[in-house]
């Protein structure tokens, strides 16, 4: 019988958990093989050094060591970097070992490979290196006066510059009533997913066959690029995602490791596996955000927002990863946010410093552009003495439902943004909240309540191939999907998206159980492994479901339009005289005479009467290339209490109303707005990678970064009501997976000021800690009581 | 070397190691029950966390012989058979879990967390899992999920591990 429910909508319980709650998942460090070796990397104590010679012997003897290597030992090509954004670029050379300096913490010399993991970690810490220290270079500006390069066959630190090119009249800048000019620093972050990246190289040497298993969210990438590094045929090449403990953007890359895990089977004819420590992560996996913004804002007295400008310094770290420029590009097409400013500018210049590579990042590029604009809007607000509310409600763009032009260039598939801030303000009732704040003010309480306010947009789904190229990104942004129906009436399907927690199994499984007229049970999806679901782009930038979704969903419409055809010939009829409806075709106007997808299989299989020239099977394949970006917008609020006595702040409440799109599984949809919010908080009030002067990361344990656990991290509203259909895809989804991370950051450092500007401060930066927040009150009351404008409150 | 015999999930296991090996692989690697994950290697994270003797533990602390002639539960002890332990249950009727990597120990702590206090407050399951670390949830469906179980549990007459 054909399932006649319907599950898109609906929040089906998760096909992923059994086995995760049980601990019978199989993440990287679970793989094991017969006659498997460990590698370790050696990477010396050294933030900028000249390598003058590197002693393996020592290593090399110790119990256990089969191999010590550097970098020429190995015939590997340079790591893959995929965004050369501009024609003028300089590139730096980047091997998986260092062999002339070291450039950061994390920089490798040599490999060592032993029988145990201990033994290869033993061994890595015995390799000598003699090096001549230099001075580490790890302020942007610093780094930027070039008077000590980190490459010095690039000439230069400061080794890309990309325009946006603007649009409008730049010459408002000068003549708008209001002109707001700010900074805003942002620091860098450390992506933590909670597993360490790993791999496990395998093969058949006489063969020159390998498989790469990895902790990535690109294996499909990760072959294409690593078939380049390591120069064995591509066809010969596979990688496999196993599941994978998070991702972050931490594994949208290809490292080091990976290409030598594979040199490594590949030279010694054994399985090579490598497990990253914690700290290690914290140096050689990458870091997010970094970045320095000159922002400007123009408007009118009564709060038009006419201009927006920004200048950004973006550290790229020693080298480049996969994508590391191309992050703060990214987001150059939205630094417009949901607003409708007359002029519009955007440029950054990308330094090198010696620090661990930056890339993607939750959010990747555009949460970098949305704290900025939310920090700028709120300061335009105070300047012009309006409530942040009404200067958003007057600049955020009408509603409209079919693809608009935006200011940056690109077209923003549908919106509705009004609806989400009045919904978000309605919740987290904020008239009353200011007459609180009133209140709290005028007693002159310890503790002062603030509102912050984002209202952002996203550009999700990455994404247009066409685009993609005239960025000068290398690869397309289609994805593929397949989709099996087994003649015992089950279906198999097949997709390039590579999830590491979003529990694509369960929602590709409603897509494809309402397509079909089947259920989730009745459906396993495969994923993440370069043999099973050759066409693939993988998962991050918002793209999963707008792209793999739609995908699916257009594999479901070739599997129906066969069965169709089959249909017909069983049923003796045309097949125009044939309606699909309640999961099965059947005869207009004779419901009774019908055959579902299941009966349609078997008889696809057994194949003793197919219509002629019809193949033996009901499966289909879809490749989809989406012709737009899809635009998620939304509006989050957070209510902090600061503690001026101590500059302790706690978020009181916080609410989140996210525009999506199409909702295929609200359950999963909340989920990943908590996940992304978590995040958000923590950029917002904990978290900073901070390097002492001699380049040394001194936050180098979870000890010292502040990752936040269930005590500080607080209860979030979310609301699911608006969910404006893009126009991008015939699902009508947008994309989800970094909205909170994105919206939340601005929310709760624009209300950390808030709770405090009557006291004369008008900007904190990230992470707000109760040190800097106190120090922020300190200043701004030393500055009035000096300037004569009153007293200590 | 060194012998280690333990109970582990109602069984004897013994076994020699290297006297430097942390609990955590001797369960991992040695016995392989790879259900206990490892985050980090400064006791941070929890996602090691096992009981040891029926009480909470990150076994990334402890050596293997500090566990000799001890009780141990992993994550693959948490079910009776084949029926899934309250708090599995609760994980993931509430979505109480993303990638899955911290959850064993999420799990471990918060079985060990109840039998103590079996009828806790939002801001008690809160501050009992200050030392388990999630990047995917913003634990708000994991407290979710562990006040729902133990509103089960005490449905059911206490229960569990």
């Known amino acids: ?793 | 070397m060194t012998t280690v015999s333990v109970t582990v999930n109602g069984a004897m296991r013994e076994a020699d190691v290297e006297p430097r090996t942390l609990l955590v692989y001797f369960l991992r690697e040695t016995l392989g029950l790879t259900g206990t994950n490892v985050g980090c290697d400064t006791s941070s994270c929890g996602a090691c966390t096992v009981l040891l003797d029926g009480e909470s533990v990150k076994s990334c602390t402890l050596l293997a012989a500090q566990a000799d002639g001890r009780e141990l539960t992993t994550i693959e002890g948490l079910a009776n058979g084949d029926e899934l332990h309250p708090l599995q249950e609760s994980f993931r009727r509430n979505h109480g879990l993303q990638c899955g990597y911290c959850t064993p120990g999420m799990l471990m702590a918060a079985a060990s967390y109840l039998k103590e206090n079996p009828s806790p407050s939002e801001d008690d399951v809160r501050l009992a899992l200050e030392g388990n670390l999630c990047r995917c949830t913003g634990y708000q469906n994991i407290v979710k999920s562990i006040l729902d179980a133990a509103g089960s549990m005490a449905g059911a007459g206490g229960g569990g591990a």
């Open chain 1, 1 to 793: 019988m054909a399932a006649t429910e319907t599950f898109i909508g609906q929040p089906v319980l998760r096909k992923e958990d059994p086995e995760l709650i049980t601990g019978q998942a199989n993440y990287i460090d679970n793989w094991t093989m017969p006659g498997m070796l460990w590698m370790a990397l050696a990477r010396p104590p050294y933030v900028h050094a000249t390598i003058d010679g590197i002693d393996t012997a020592e290593a090399a003897s110790m119990p256990g060591v089969v191999g010590v290597f550097t970098a020429g030992d190995l015939e590997l090509g340079a790591l893959p970097f995929v965004w050369p954004i501009t024609e003028d670029i300089k590139v730096p050379v980047h091997y998986a070992m260092a062999s002339d300096k070291v450039r950061f913490n994390g920089d490798a010399v040599a490999v060592v490979v032993a029988e145990t993991r201990e033994q290869a970690i033993d061994g890595a810490e015995a390799v000598a290196v003699s090096a001549t220290e230099l001075p580490a270079v790890i302020e942007l500006e610093q780094a930027a006066k070039d008077e000590l390069l980190i490459h010095d066959d690039l000439g230069t630190n400061s080794v890309v510059h990309w325009s946006h090119g603007g649009a409008g009249d730049q010459s408002i800048f000068d003549s708008a009533p209001v002109v707001v000019q700010e900074r805003y620093a942002q620091p860098r972050l450390i992506p933590n997913a909670i597993e360490p990246r790993g791999c496990l190289a395998y093969g058949v040497p006489a063969m020159d066959e390998w498989t790469l298993v990895s902790s990535t969210q690109i294996p499909h990438i990760a072959k294409f690029t690593l078939s380049g590094v390591t120069g064995i045929d591509e066809q010969k090449l596979r990688v496999i995602a196993p599941d994978v403990g998070g991702g972050f953007g931490s594994k949208l890359n290809v490292y080091a490791e990976e290409a030598l895990a594979l040199g490594l089977a590949r030279k010694l004819g054994r399985p090579v596996k490598w497990i990253e420590g914690r700290r290690e992560n914290y140096v050689a996996t990458t870091h997010g955000r970094g970045v320095i913004h000159d922002c400007t804002i123009a408007g009118t007295e009564d709060g038009k927002i006419i201009g927006m400008k920004f200048v950004e310094l973006a550290d790229m770290g020693a080298y480049y990863q996969l994508l590391t420029p191309g992050i703060p590009e990214l987001g150059g097409w939205v630094y417009m946010g949901p607003y409708d400013p007359e002029t519009y500018w955007f440029e950054f210049t990308g330094i090198v410093t010696n620090t661990t590579p930056t890339d993607a990042y939750r959010g990747a590029g555009r949460p970098e552009a949305t704290y900025v604009i939310e920090r700028i809007v709120d300061t335009f607000a105070r300047r012009i003495g309006k409530d942040p509310v009404e200067v958003r409600r007057m600049n955020l763009k009408p509603a409209f439902s079919e693809a608009t032009a935006a200011i940056s260039g690109l077209s923003v598939d549908s919106a509705n943004y009004q609806a989400t801030f009045d919904t978000a303000l309605g919740l987290v009732e904020y008239d009353k909240l200011r007459a609180e704040q009133h209140d709290r003010r005028e007693r002159g309480d310890t503790k002062q309540l603030g509102i912050g306010l984002s209202t952002y947009i996203e550009m999700c789904g990455l994404a247009p191939s066409n685009i993609l190229g005239a960025l000068r990104y290398a690869a397309g942004g289609w994805d593929g999907a397949t989709i099996e129906c087994l003649p015992s009436g089950k279906v198999l399907v097949k997709t390039g998206t590579s999830p590491h927690g979003q529990g694509h199994e369960t929602t590709w499984a409603q897509i494809v159980a309402d397509g079909l007229g089947v259920t989730p049970d009745d459906i396993e999806v495969l994923h993440g492994d370069t043999l099973i679901t050759p066409l693939g782009m993988d998962t991050y930038g918002s793209r999963s479901v707008s792209v793999g979704g739609a995908a699916l969903h257009f594999a479901v419409e070739k599997v129906k339009a066969k069965a169709r055809t089959i249909a017909a010939h069983e049923l003796e009829v045309s097949e125009d005289d044939l309606e699909w409806g309640e999961g099965s075709w059947h005869v207009a106007g004779a419901p009774d005479k019908a055959k579902t997808i299941p009966e349609i299989a078997v008889s696809a299989w057994h194949a003793h009467s197919l219509p002629e020239g019809t193949e033996p099977h009901l499966n289909a394949t879809a490749v989809y290339d989406p012709p737009n970006f899809t635009w998620p917008g939304g509006a989050h609020i957070c209510v902090v209490e600061v503690d001026t006595e101590t500059g302790a702040t706690e978020i009181v409440k916080y609410v989140a109303v996210d525009d999506c799109g199409t909702v295929i599984n609200p359950m999963i949809v909340d989920g990943q707005i908590h996940g992304g919010v978590a995040q958000g908080v923590a950029e917002a009030l904990y978290e900073e990678a901070i390097y002492d002067e001699s380049g040394n990361l001194t936050t180098s344990t979870m000890t010292q970064y502040l990752v936040p656990t269930a005590v500080e991290v607080p209860t979030i509203t979310t609301d699911g009501s608006h969910q404006t259909p893009s126009t991008t895809n015939p699902l009508g989804v947008k994309g989800i997976g970094e909205a909170g991370t994105i919206a939340a950051p601005p929310a709760v450092i624009n209300a950390v000021i808030d709770a405090v500007s009557h006291l004369g401060v008008t900007a904190i930066e990230k992470p707000a800690s109760p040190e800097r927040v106190w120090r922020a009150i300190q200043d701004a009351q030393h500055q009035q009581v000096q300037s004569g404008q009153g007293g200590a409150a």
